[in-house]
Every structure is written in C-alpha cells, then in structure tokens.
C-alpha cells in the first residue's frame, strides 16, 4: 500500500529510510530531529528527495531513477501540519473549502456542511481560525486536508499543540475519524502511547534512520534493540551477563541475581556464554511477595530478589517504587536497581509507606530480552 | 501662483507608484525565496537607489533612455520620447520609490509562515494561485505600508527627476523642483505655501493610511 525509500543529505543531517506498510494506518515514531517530519514532507512533495522512490497505492509520486516527481498539488494527499497552519485571512469554511478547486459552488457548500457535520464543526463556518480553540482548530486542520478525498493523509503531532484533558478526548475522536476514513494514514508522533492508540503498525526513527517497523504489538512486546526500547521510554531497561541460552529459555546474570527469561523462538537469539545481553521488565509486572503468607514459593515465585523502596511517587491511582536490592555494588539506574508499579489498594494494604523492605519475583514471561 | 506643479506631481507619483508595484511586486517576491546567491546580489542591487548619490542614478537613467540609445530609440519610433518628459520623471520617480516597496514588502513576504504556502500547494493550488490567495493577502499590510512609502517618496524625488527629466516649466517641473526654482528666485512666499503643504499632505497620508490599515512602518 505504501511503501518508501528516501535518502536526503543535509549538511548537519542526513535521511536514510527505507519502509513499507500493508496496514493502512503507520505511526513514525521517534526523538525530535529523527527526520519524522521530513519524511512526510517529502511524502508532500515539500522536500525533494536525493534518491529513492514513493509509492502509494499504485501509483508512483516519486522515482529518482525514473526521474519521477510528482508535484505536491498533484500527489492527492492530505497534509495535517503541525500548528495545523490554517489560513488565518479566511474563515472556517473557506479552509475547508481550499482545496475544493474547479468543483461547482453548491457542490463545495455541500462538501463544506458534510466534512463540518462529520467533524463536529457546524455553525463555525464563518469565524476566523484564532477564534476558535485548539481542538477546534485541529477538527478544521483535518476538514481542510480530508474534503479533497486524499489518496493519503499525513499527520504531523496532531495531538501536541493540545492540553492534557483536551488531549485525552480528541485522542479518541481522531482514532474514531481515521477508522471511519478508512484510507491509508501516515502519523508523526513522539508519544508511544499514542502511536499504539491510533496505528497499526510503528516505524521508530533515530537519528535519520529506522531502527524498527514492525505491528504496533510485536513493537510494544518485542522491541528490536536496546536503543528502540529506550526511544519507546520503556523503564527497567537493564543490562546484564548471558549465562546460558537455549530457543526456549536465557538464563542470565544481573546485579548478582540469578534470573531466567523466555526466549523466543521465532526469533532464536541465542546469544553465547558471558556475553552481555540488555532486557527490560515492565513496572507493573514485578510482583510483590506478601509477607503474612508465609515464605515465598518457588514453584510459583521464580526470579526471587531483596530490596529496599528508595524513592516512591503518588500517581493517583499506582504509585511507582524504585527498588535498591540488597546486592551490594552501584545500582543498575542511578539510585536504584527497578522501578515497580503497584496499584493504590496494594500499597495501601501492605502497608509500603511504613514497611520499605520487600521480596519481589519476576515471571520469567515478564523479562523481555533485546537483541544486540 | 502657478499650480500646475503640484498636478504633475500627483500624477507622476500615481503613475510611478504604479510602475513600482509592477516591478516590485515580483522582485520582493523573488527575495524573500531562499535562493542564496540570487538573493544577495539582487538583494544589494535593489537598495544602491536609496545610497547612491541621485545624479549617479540620474546619468545611468538618462543613458539607458536618451534618445541615443537602444530603448529611447524604440519608445521614440512608438512616438513616445522619454528624455525630458513627464515619462522620464515617472521613471526618475519610481527608481528612487523601488527600493522602499521592496524592502517592506519582502519583509512582509518573508514572516509568512512557510506552511501556510506549503499547505495551498498540498491542497492542489499552484503557484501563481498560492500566490494571490495566501501569499499576497498574508502580506497585505506591508503592500499597502510599502505603496505608501513609495508614492511619498515618489512625489518628493529631486535628483533624479532633475537629470532625466529636467525642470521645464509648464512641462516636467515637479513640485519639488518647482520649489527650488522659487526659492532661487526669492519668492519665498510661494516656496513656502508649497513646502508646508508636501509636509501636511504626505503626514497626513502616513497617518491616515497607518490608522486605516493599522499599517507600521
């Protein structure tokens, strides 16, 4: 459905990608000035290439062997900026309109009232963009883009010009628009979350290069590298010592403890003896051993460990703990070796403000190992 | 009192200011693209009309449209002579006025958000159309701030007007020559009726076009 390669040089830059994707909706991901942006403006037809080729559909927007380049009024796509850049000098139904060219005027008046009414936008017609609010505008951002029925819409941090609370309900609502398009999507975002909400499939940037596309799941579970997990900000990316590895199993050494974790066979890593190896245990998957029920099991605890809560923080509903083991040694994160996730009740039960020294097991399922 | 240079005057700022815009329109345009090297050169070329001492500008002109040359000849054998008509003074005029509408009007090109014009083109729009329908509209305020400029300094040239067009009474004596001639020749009443009038008519044209649009210069 879509599928690129681009290099573009830049004297302090340059972008090297090559992707494609059969699903309809892909997020770029990844740090500011990863070469997200210039992506799509290359998509555009903004930004021309200096070799490599775009496709979309069936057709060809751009072919430097082929000495194809389609100009940006003719690619037939919809381009969502980030800011939104509406026409300030024109009203509400006037952006939308703008690119409704050589269409009769009750066709367009038509055309206005459906993306309006779709969009949740009636009765703005006549003002001017800086009256409206933030949401508003992003609505009138993506009528503009959508009533030409674009081959492609482009989407540049559409969500980050917004507030928090704001943020949260036109998260679901742009979700709803894209579904109901139903044409393919390309998303610019820094947010994992948000790439996973609206997307099927996620291709991280750094640095000008992809460093993994892959489905939204196999992306958030399987992360290609140590350096897509730390751009997907997944805390407890950890580093240790292989002591053995099988296609079912790893076994490994980290900060003196002894711990077990499922490999994956499809994807047979089988790193060798002593070499080091870098996996991550998500904050909600560490498990707290209670200690009115008497001494930890082994057949249901697994990957047993020892440690001190060192800092903790109020997130309303969880609280996150930072756990120093009682290993000896520099902690593996600064201060602190994990980070844990408990819900409100939890620490409220056991009683964690008061008592600070815990026993905590990881399912081996729940340690995630990263490919060198 | 004669008033018949206060009307040229009027007349050949119009028609100057009219010829500034035409040329200056597209020239600011071009400037505020990022073309590096045509950018500078055309940059330094467009502004030597407001350093360059006006009977250097004023010789250059009257060679490029006496009658000895190429373009005097051809506007000539259209029954149009340049060289010391009111048309030479139009032309004086608008050399010395291009360099205020260009600089204001590229200044006004140039904070247009980039994307703005980038939108127009993803939305199908080519680019004389993002032109008239989001570059220029954008710009307004430095267009009307720029015409402005322009007419006034038109209606105040000198130096130029005075080697290419001469002072000929009755013919191509403009307002501020006319002015000089009466101070030359003592009538100091007159000089001054027409000196505070320019003033009061030019602040008043600042003014009130700056309050209308809400223009600054």
């Not at chain 1, 997200?36 to 751009?62: N, S, W, Y």
């Not at chain 1, 082929?66 to 139904?93: C, E, K, M, N």
């Not at chain 1, 009750?106 to 936008?121: D, K, M, P, Y």
Request: with cysteine.
């Amino acid at each position: 459905m879509l599928s690129i390669r681009l290099r573009k040089a830049f004297p302090d830059f340059d972008l090297d990608v090559a992707w494609d994707s059969r699903e309809p909706v892909v997020a770029l991901v990844g740090p500011s000035g990863s070469g997200k942006t210039l992506t799509l403006q290359c998509l555009a037809g903004l930004v021309t290439p200096d070799a490599g080729q775009i496709v979309v559909g069936e057709r060809t927007l751009f072919d430097a062997d082929a000495h194809i380049d389609v100009a940006s009024r003719l690619r037939r796509l919809g381009y969502v900026f980030q800011g939104y850049a509406l026409f300030p000098h024109l009203t509400v139904g006037e952006n939308i309109a703008f690119g409704l060219r050589g269409v009769a005027k009750t066709r367009i008046a038509e055309r206005v009232e459906r993306i309006s009414e779709w969009l949740g936008l009636q009765g703005l017609e006549d003002k001017r963009p800086r009256e409206l609010s933030g949401g508003q505008q992003q609505r009138v951002a993506l009528g503009r883009a959508l009533a030409v029925d674009p081959d492609l819409l482009l989407l540049d941090e559409p969500l980050s010009a917004l507030d928090a609370p704001l943020r949260r309900q036109l998260r679901d609502d742009l979700t709803r628009i894209v579904r109901e398009w139903a044409k393919p999507v390309v998303l610019v975002t820094h947010d994992v979350s948000e790439a996973y909400q609206l997307c099927d499939r996620i291709v991280v940037y750094e640095h000008g290069r992809v460093v993994q596309a892959a489905p939204r799941s196999e992306l958030l579970w399987q992360p290609a590298s140590e350096t897509v997990a730390r751009i997907m900000s997944i805390p407890n990316v950890l580093r240790g010592t292989v002591v053995k590895a099988t296609p079912e199993r790893i076994q490994l050494i980290w900060r003196g403890q002894a711990l077990e974790a499922v490999n994956s066979p499809a994807r047979a890593y089988l790193p060798p003896p002593d070499s080091p190896i870098a996996f991550f245990v998500r904050p909600e998957y560490v498990r707290l051993i209670r200690k009115d029920r008497g001494r930890a099991d082994p057949a249901h605890h697994m990957n047993v460990m020892h440690g001190t809560v060192v800092e903790e923080a109020d997130l309303g509903t969880t609280w996150t703990l930072r756990i120093r083991l009682d290993e000896p040694g520099p902690p593996a994160q600064g201060a602190f070796d994990l980070e844990v996730e408990v819900p409100h009740l939890v620490y409220e039960i056991l009683g964690i403000d008061r008592d600070r020294h815990w026993e905590f097991s990881i399912h081996r399922g729940s340690i995630h190992v990263l490919p060198g | 009192m004669d008033w018949f240079p206060v009307w040229l005057s009027v007349r050949v700022s119009l028609a100057a200011t009219a010829l500034t815009l035409l040329g200056g329109v597209p020239l600011a345009w071009l400037l505020a693209r990022k073309v590096p090297r045509l950018k500078d050169l055309l940059g330094a070329v467009v502004v030597t009309p407001l350093v360059l001492p006006p009977t250097v500008l004023g010789y250059y002109l009257l060679v490029l449209i006496g009658a000895g040359s190429p373009i005097g000849r051809f506007f000539e054998s259209l029954g149009l002579e340049l060289a010391f008509t009111w048309r030479a003074a139009v032309l004086a005029a608008a050399v010395g006025s291009m360099p205020l509408l260009v600089k204001a009007l590229q200044a006004g090109f140039e904070g247009i958000d980039p994307r703005l014009e980038q939108a127009a083109r993803t939305l199908g729009h080519a680019e004389w159309s993002v032109f008239w329908r989001v570059t220029l509209p954008l710009a307004w305020r430095a267009l009307v701030a720029g015409t402005v400029l322009a007419f006034c300094r038109a209606l105040g040239d000198f130096g130029i007007t005075l080697m290419v067009a001469g002072s000929i009474p009755g013919r191509t004596q403009t307002l501020p020559l006319a002015i000089y001639d009466l101070v030359q020749a003592n009538r100091m009443h007159e000089a001054n009726l027409l000196a505070a009038m320019t003033i009061v008519a030019v602040l008043v044209l600042l003014l009130g076009v700056g309050r209308i649009a809400r223009v600054r210069y």
